[in-house]
T-cell receptor, first 114, second 113 residues
Framework: DVKVTQSSRYLVKRTGEKVFLECVQD?????MFWYRQDPGLGLRLIYF???????EKGDIPEGYSVSREKKERFSLILESASTNQTSMYLC?????????????FGQGTRLTVV | GENVEQHPSTLSVQEGDSAVIKCTYS??????FPWYKQELGKGPQLIID?????GEKKDQRIAVTLNKTAKHFSLHITETQPEDSAVYFC????????????FGGGTRLMVKP
């Protein structure tokens, strides 16, 4: 069974903290994505990566950075957490360059910044 | 970049009725259109997809139609059941190195028993 695993289901962090959200996939996919989900706004792309050490900004990258040191792992970093980053964060992976195939999602991390 | 709009944002139907969710996209280069279902507390999961060389695709009670000329596609669920209650997302993408999916805003479907 294919899997995308996010390290935490729920996180509570304080304003100004550095926050790491981890995502691991076991499907040998080239492409990995971080989305943010807010009510009424759908899924908005924060960053994506199409190869190890490669990263591209999505639609809302401000306040975030990412790291992909290994093919199976993609980390989202909030350098200095703020209350407006309270949200649901979803990681996804998708295989093959230049091929349109199914994206697989993790179960999500609900982050609350207080 | 691609922009996907989805309507309605909420939809309430009686069990056994049909439900239709519509999406429009902006980039004529998009050639892959998946639909995802997100149940409470879970990540989105693919339920059906369609590629640009096909106009319609069915899988049991679910069907998707695509009109490339008008740049819109729709999800049709027949004989709805309470377990169909969820948030549904449409998306669009085209083949490139990143294979980004651009999502619509989502539709909350409620099926009343």
């Amino acid at each position: 069974d294919v899997k995308v695993t996010q390290s935490s289901r729920y996180l509570v962090k304080r304003t100004g903290e550095k926050v790491f959200l981890e995502c691991v996939q076991d499907m040998d996919h080239e492409n990995m994505f971080w989305y943010r989900q807010d009510p009424g706004l759908g899924l908005r792309l924060i960053y994506f990566s199409y190869d190890v050490k490669m990263k591209e900004k999505g639609d809302i990258p401000e306040g975030y950075s990412v790291s992909r040191e290994k093919k199976e792992r993609f980390s989202l970093i909030l350098e200095s957490a703020s209350t407006n980053q309270t949200s649901m964060y979803l990681c996804a992976s998708r295989g093959g360059w230049f091929s349109n195939t199914e994206a697989f999602f993790g179960q999500g991390t609900r982050l609350t910044v207080v | 970049g691609e922009n996907v709009e989805q309507h309605p944002s909420t939809l309430s139907v009686q069990e056994g009725d049909s439900a239709v969710i519509k999406c429009t996209y902006s980039d004529s280069a998009s050639n892959y259109f998946p639909w995802y279902k997100q149940e409470l507390g879970k990540g989105p999961q693919l339920i059906i997809d369609i590629r640009s060389n096909v106009g319609e695709k069915k899988d049991q009670r679910i069907a998707v139609t695509l009109n490339k000329t008008a740049k819109h596609f729709s999800l049709h669920i027949t004989e709805t059941q309470p377990e169909d209650s969820a948030v549904y997302f449409c998306a669009a993408s085209y083949s490139n190195a990143g294979n980004m999916l651009t999502f619509g805003g989502g539709t909350r479907l409620m099926v009343k028993p």
